[in-house]
């Protein structure tokens, strides 16, 4: 019998649409994950819509909500996965911007990143987390080295502004990993991905990331270049399936709606499952 191996999952949840724990869930689940959903907000959909209604949980709500599961004996988890990937911001034309409060980038720094073992930050994400700034490939390792001083053994810069020698339509992501040794020796893998850009914006995509890539690590432990490939792979399926479905759905060459350009999860089953390997990571 395949040990069980669970995920305790504290996100937002959608009643329509694919972000947050409705992101991770489906994926988790295909790939043999029991998964406990802790929900942080209930909205009606995600806040890329026009309008949107629902509820936040506070703090003693969550804690409320954990201590019914602890009072049964069934708060035992494998991993938790908080989307808290960490978002705090992005950068739009150039320029970064915050999505929380520039008050919570302490938080972040102090409390939440030196007990996380995966990161996913984003450029900017990882530059507001290290105090600097990336312009080059050197930059952004040394950066990620000093992600790992604060204590996760792997860090991922989902996205960069880096240039790739395969042009503008191409865009970099950075991995890099520390392997300990049954000696007590530490070794570093880095690796450096090429992805092409989809010309849409989706919404949930941060959120299937690093619910895969929490599967594809476990199931490849100390191999980040694989976990990536399948990760990234992945991704560009569920990508290219949606683009492709909300364009059709448009019509006569317009603009897709938020609601058209949902991620096609449950179309792209067999792909989350069993990745065609598109995407190839370079060992640096």
């Known amino acids: 019998m395949e040990e069980e191996c669970r995920v305790l999952s504290i996100q937002s949840h959608v009643v329509r649409g694919y972000v947050g724990n409705r992101a991770a869930t489906f994926p988790l689940q295909v790939l043999g994950f029991e998964i406990d959903a802790l929900n942080s ?5 995600h ?3 026009p309008h949107w209604k ?10 409320e909500l954990y201590e019914g599961l602890k009072l049964n004996n069934v708060n035992k988890y494998d991993y938790v996965l908080t989307v808290c990937d960490p978002v ?10 915050m999505y929380v409060p520039e008050d919570l980038l302490p938080v972040y720094k102090e409390k939440v990143v030196p007990v996380a073992d995966i990161i996913t930050p984003n450029q900017f994400e990882a530059e507001l987390l290290s105090g600097r700034k990336i312009h080059s490939q050197e930059e952004a390792l040394a950066v990620m080295d000093v992600l790992h001083a604060m204590g996760p053994d792997t860090v991922v ?3 960069s502004d880096l240039p790739s020698p395969r042009g503008s339509d191409y865009l970099i992501a950075l991995g890099s990993q520390r392997i300990r040794n049954p000696d007590g020796s530490v070794v570093t893998e880095r690796i450096r991905m090429e992805m092409h850009k989809v010309d849409a914006v989706f919404v949930g995509t941060g959120d299937l990331f690093a619910a895969m890539l ?6 490849h432990p100390n191999n980040l270049k694989v976990a990536c490939e399948k990760t990234l792979s992945a991704m560009h399926h569920v990508l290219q399936r949606t683009i492709a479905c909300a364009k059709a759905q448009a019509g006569g060459g317009l603009k897709p709606s938020p609601s058209q350009l949902e991620l096609r999860m449950v179309q792209s089953k067999k792909d989350i499952e069993n990745p065609e390997i ?3 990571a370079a060992v640096l």
């Not at 907000?41 to 959909?45: A, D, G, H, M, Y």
């Not at 929490?214 to 199931?219: D, E, G, I, Q």
Request: hydrophobic residues 30%; charged residues 10%.
């Open 41 to 45: 907000v209930q909205f009606s959909n």
């Open 47 to 49: 806040t890329g819509y």
């Open 54 to 63: 629902g509820q936040v949980l506070n703090s003693n709500e969550l804690q």
């Open 88 to 97: 705090m911001g992005d950068k739009w034309n150039g320029e970064g911007s």
């Open 157 to 159: 810069i989902t996205s």
């Open 214 to 219: 929490l599967a594809w690590t476990h199931k």
């Open 278 to 280: 598109v995407v190839q």
